[in-house]
C-alpha cells in the first residue's frame, strides 16, 4: 500500500523542499514515530554488527543514522517558531519530549557506547585522516555529555531529567509568545503618536489593521517597541510599552515563566552533578572554548568596567539634555532610549528620517548579497516558484564556481504567529555522502515591520548582515561528516561567522554602492556615511552594560544552587552586586530570557557574542591590514578555515589558520569605544 503521509513519501519537490501543500499538523505526530522507529532501527544494526567496531561501522554509521527523523524534526521546529497555530504548538509540547527521550535512549545505548570507546580508544592507531580523527573524538564526547558513562539508577534518572526539560523549555518559550500576542497598546488619538516618525506611525497602523482595529497599535514586536521607545515624546506611553516589554513571561496565570525558570535550573543542577561537577556552569562550559566559568567571566569583567563608566559618562549627558529640555532627570529605563536618540541627532545631526530612506529591505538583501559575492564568489539567483511555508518566503539558489551550492530561503518579516528576534535555521545541513555533497537548505528569520517600501533602520541592517553571516555558514560547508559541518560548532564560536559579517555594513565602500534613496536612487552622501560613522559608538555603554549584565546574571545563575531560587528575587540581588545602573535595565529579563530557558543552547553561554565579538573585531582587522575590504587572499583563508571548515578542525586552530595567531582583545574594546584610539 503506497505511504499516505506526505512527510514519509519521497519528497519530490524541487531541491527536496518540504512539500508544504500536501501537508497538515496532524502528519507529524505519525511521522515522528515512524522516523524514530526507522532510526531505532539503524542503532540496533550497528549494535548487533558482528563485525569489530571500526570508524566505518561504528562512527560513520551513526553519523548517517537517522535522516528521516532529521528531516522532519528539523521542519517542524521552523513552522514552530516561523508558522506557529494552536495545534503546532500542542504538538510541539507533546513531540518535545518524545524526541528527547528518543536521543536520549541512544545516548544511554550500553552497547553502542561500547564500540564507539573501541573506536575512541584505538584512534590514534587507525589511520584515520584529520577529519574522521575529528568526528571521532566528537561522537565520543557528545555521548560522555549525554549521560553515556552512567550507570544503574543514575542512567535512568538522566533520561527522565532530558525528557523533563524538553518539555519545560518548550512552555517557556510558547508563555513568552502568548505575551507578546496579547499586548497591544492601542494609540487612537493624534496626540498618542507625538515624535513618532512616519514610517513608524505606518507600521503601527499596519499592526492595527491586522488586528481589526482603527488608530495605530504598538506590539512587543521588537521592531515596533523599539523605535517607540526612542521616538515617542509621550513618557507615559514609554512607561507602559517598556514595562508590558519587561514583563512577558512574569504574569501571573497560565503563562507565568517564573515556576518553570526554578524547575528547569533544579534538573539542570542535578543534570551536572550526575556528570559529577558541581555546577551546571562548570559542566556546560566543558565542550567550549572558554572552557570554565571562570574564563568566561573574566572576559566580560575586563569589558564591564569600562562599559559601566562610559553608561555613567552617558546618564550624565542624557540628565543634562533633559534639564535643557524641561524633561524629568530622574532618568528611568523608558526614558533612555528617547533621550539618548534626541542626543544622538544633536551631536551628529542624524535623524531616522533621513536614513532609513537610504535602506531599503531590498537594497539592503543587494548589499549582502554583493558582498557575500566579492568575498566569496557566490551568486545569488531568485526563484519565485519553490515551496515556502509562508507567502512572505523570498527563495534563492546559491551558486558557487559555476555550482550550485544551496539553496536560501528569507522570511524578513513580524507575524504574530512567529517568534520574536532574528535567527538562521535549516530544512537540511550540509554533508557529503559516498562523495556527492548533500545540498544545504537555509532559511533566515528577521521581524521587520513590512511596509511600501520596507524600510530599515541602521540596527536592522547590521541584523541582516549578521544573520547572513550564520546562513553563509550553512551555506558554504564542505564538510563529509553532517556531524561535523556548517553552524555544528563549539557555541562561543559559532557566532564568528555572522558577526565579522556586521563589519561589512558601516563600510563606505559598501554604503557609496548599495545604500540609494529609495525615491531618487541617488547615492547616500558622503557627508552622512562619515555622520553614521561618527556615531558608530554612541550610546555604547549603555548597549554593552544591557547586554554583559545578561551575561554576568546567566553564568552566576548556572553557578547557584536553585533549590529555593526566587528568579525575581536573585536577578535583582545580583544586579545589584555588579553595580548595575538603576537607569538600565537588562536586555532580558529572566523570565523571557529564551536563549536561557526556551533551550539549552545558550544556557550558561549567553556570554558567547562578546566572546565571538573578540574574534570578529580582531579577524577583520585582517581585512583592513590588507589594505582591501575584499583583499582576495584574507577572504580566501576566512573561507577555507572558518565558512567552510565547520566543525572539523578545533576552532582555535582554525582560527590561528586563518588569522596567523591568536586573537587578541584590543580590537574589540577600541571598536567598542571602549579604549583611547591610540591603546
Known amino acids: 500500500m503506497p505511504e499516505t503521509n506526505p512527510l514519509l513519501r ?21 511521522a515522528i514515530e515512524t522516523a524514530m522507529a526507522e532510526h531505532r532501527a539503524e542503532i540496533a544494526a550497528i549494535v548487533a554488527n558482528p563485525e569489530p567496531a571500526s570508524y566505518e561501522n561504528t562512527i560513520l554509521a551513526i553519523d548517517r543514522s537517522g535522516q528521516l527523523l532529521q528531516k522532519i ?10 508558522a506557529t497555530s494552536p495545534s503546532i504548538q500542542a504538538i510541539e509540547l507533546t ?41 571521532t573524538e566528537r561522537v565520543h564526547l557528545d555521548f560522555v555529555l549525554s549521560g553515556a558513562r552512567l550507570a544503574g539508577p543514575q542512567r535512568a534518572r538522566y533520561a527522565a ?3 523533563q526539560l524538553a518539555g519545560l523549555t518548550a512552555r517557556f518559550a510558547q508563555n513568552v509568545l502568548a505575551d507578546e500576542a496579547a499586548f497591544v497598546l492601542h494609540l ?11 514610517d513608524l506611525r505606518a507600521a503601527a497602523a499596519a499592526a492595527a489593521k491586522d488586528r481589526g482595529l482603527e488608530g495605530w497599535v504598538i506590539t512587543l514586536s521588537r521592531s515596533l517597541v523599539s523605535p517607540f521607545l526612542s521616538f515617542s515624546s509621550r513618557r507615559d506611553l514609554r512607561q507602559r510599552a517598556y514595562e508590558a516589554w519587561l514583563a512577558r513571561g512574569e504574569h501571573e496565570g497560565e503563562h507565568d515563566n517564573r515556576p518553570l525558570i526554578r524547575e528547569i535550573l533544579i534538573l ?101 548579497f554583493d558582498c557575500a559575492a566579492r568575498l566569496f564568489g557566490i551568486e545569488m539567483r531568485e526563484r519565485a516558484d519553490l515551496p515556502a511555508y509562508h507567502p512572505d518566503v523570498r527563495s534563492f539558489e546559491v551558486h558557487r564556481n559555476g555550482q550550485l551550492i544551496g539553496i536560501f530561503q528569507a522570511d524578513d518579516f513580524a507575524r504574530p504567529t512567529k517568534q520574536g528576534g532574528a535567527w538562521m535555521s535549516e530544512l537540511r545541513g550540509q554533508a557529503r555522502i559516498d562523495g556527492e555533497r548533500v545540498l544545504p537548505l537555509v532559511l533566515n528569520n528577521n521581524n521587520f515591520n513590512r511596509g511600501e517600501p520596507t524600510l530599515l533602520s541602521f540596527d536592522d ?13 550553512g551555506l558554504l560547508s564542505d564538510v563529509g561528516p553532517a556531524r561535523l559541518a556548517g553552524t555544528n560548532v563549539l557555541r562561543d564560536f559559532v557566532e564568528l561567522p555572522s558577526q565579522i559579517m556586521e563589519n561589512w555594513a558601516l563600510e563606505p565602500e559598501v554604503l557609496r554602492r548599495h545604500a540609494r534613496h529609495v525615491d531618487t536612487g541617488a547615492p547616500i552622501p558622503d557627508a552622512l556615511i562619515e555622520r553614521i560613522r561618527a556615531a558608530g559608538n554612541f550610546n555604547k555603554g549603555f548597549e554593552t552594560v544591557e547586554y554583559l549584565s545578561c551575561a554576568l546574571l546567566d553564568l552566576t545563575l548556572h553557578q547557584t544552587d536553585p533549590a529555593d531560587l526566587d528568579p525575581t528575587a536573585f536577578e535583582a540581588r ?49 581585512f583592513k591590514e590588507a589594505g582591501r575590504l575584499f583583499d582576495a587572499d584574507t577572504a580566501r583563508r576566512l573561507l577555507r578555515h572558518i565558512f567552510s571548515a565547520g566543525n572539523s578542525v578545533p576552532p582555535a586552530e582554525a582560527y590561528r589558520a586563518f588569522r596567523g595567531r591568536d586573537p587578541v582583545v584590543e580590537p574589540l574594546l577600541r571598536a567598542r569605544g571602549l579604549l583611547p584610539a591610540e591603546a
Open 10 to 30: 519521497p519528497w519530490n519537490t524541487p531541491f527536496g523542499l518540504p512539500p508544504y501543500g500536501d501537508l497538515h499538523d496532524e502528519h507529524f505526530l505519525p
Open 161 to 163: 531529567i532530558v525528557e
Open 73 to 82: 524534526a528539523l521542519l517542524f521546529s521552523n513552522l514552530a517558531g516561523s
Open 461 to 473: 541592517v547590521r541584523t541582516m548582515f549578521h544573520e547572513f553571516g550564520h546562513g553563509l555558514h
Open 268 to 368: 539542570r543542577h542535578e543534570q551536572a552533578q550526575l556528570h559529577g561537577y558541581p555546577t551546571y556552569a562548570d559542566f556546560i562550559l566543558v565542550d567550549t572554548m572558554a572552557g570554565t566559568p571562570d574564563a568566561a567571566r573574566a572576559l566580560l569583567e575586563r569589558v564591564w568596567t569600562p562599559a559601566r563608566s562610559r553608561a555613567l559618562e552617558e546618564l550624565e549627558a542624557l540628565r543634562s539634555l533633559a534639564a535643557e529640555l524641561g524633561e524629568p532627570t530622574d532618568i528611568q529605563p523608558w526614558d533612555w532610549r528617547y533621550l539618548a536618540e534626541k542626543l544622538r541627532q544633536r551631536r551628529y545631526q542624524l535623524d531616522d528620517a533621513e536614513i532609513k530612506p537610504y535602506f531599503s529591505l531590498e537594497g539592503v538583501r543587494a548589499a549582502i
Open 188 to 198: 487612537e488619538r493624534e496626540s498618542d503618536l507625538a515624535g513618532l516618525p512616519a
Open 574 to 622: 545580583e544586579l545589584a552586586r555588579i553595580g548595575m545602573p538603576a537607569e538600565i535595565r537588562m536586555r532580558h529579563r529572566l523570565p523571557h530570557f529564551g536563549h536561557l530557558f526556551a533551550g539549552d543552547g545558550y544556557s550558561s553561554r549567553y556570554y558567547v557574542y562578546m566572546w565571538a565579538e573578540v574574534l570578529d573585531a580582531d579577524g577583520f582587522q585582517a
Open 95 to 135: 513531540l518535545n519530549p518524545k524526541l528527547a527521550a528518543h536521543q536520549t535512549a541512544i545516548a544511554l545505548d550500553a552497547g553502542l557506547f561500547a564500540r564507539i570507546e573501541a573506536v575512541h580508544a584505538d584512534r590514534h592507531q587507525l589511520g584515520l585522516d584529520a577529519e574522521s580523527l575529528r568526528l
